[in-house]
């Protein structure tokens, strides 16, 4: 079973992204805001993030660069309720990005693609 992490400041959207991911088989842990991200992220391992941009007060592609710069191998997924940010150059870090919506499918789809591509890599050692 892989571990998610939904970091999002809206608490109705980390309900229903972990009752929805729990669902599909994935053990799914929240955080509100970076730091509470940050020390979920160093007191467990975690197959992949599910990140929001926009947090309150708080920049989610900041977030991003650190996990790039420290944890490379950890799958970032963008989910933002803005798709302008698929043009801004640090949004490319991410291994996916996502329009928000209540429809979960497409989120559901690129967290598989990109466990799976993670997988891959795993299994030819890179």
């Known amino acids: 079973m892989s571990k998610l992490l939904v970091v999002d400041d809206e608490a109705n959207i980390r309900l229903l992204y972990a009752e929805e991911l729990a669902e599909e088989g994935y053990q799914v842990v929240t955080a509100a ?3 509470e ?3 979920k992220l160093h007191m467990s391992e975690f197959d992949l993030v599910v ?3 926009k947090l309150k007060n708080e ?3 900041d977030l991003l660069q650190k996990l790039v710069k420290e ?3 950890m799958p970032v997924i963008l989910c933002s309720a ?3 940010y698929k043009d801004d150059f ?3 870090l991410a291994d996916g990005y996502i329009v928000k919506s209540g429809d979960l499918t497409e989120l559901k789809q690129e967290i598989a693609r990109v466990l799976a591509k993670k997988a891959q890599r795993a ?3 890179l």
Do not use: N, P, Y
Request: charged share 20%; with cysteine.
């Open 33 to 35: 805001s970076t730091a």
């Open 37 to 39: 991200a940050v020390e």
């Open 51 to 53: 990140l929001d941009i």
């Open 59 to 61: 920049s989610g592609i």
């Open 71 to 73: 944890r490379h191998d």
């Open 82 to 84: 803005f798709s302008c």
């Open 90 to 92: 640090s949004a490319w």
């Open 123 to 125: 299994k030819v050692g």
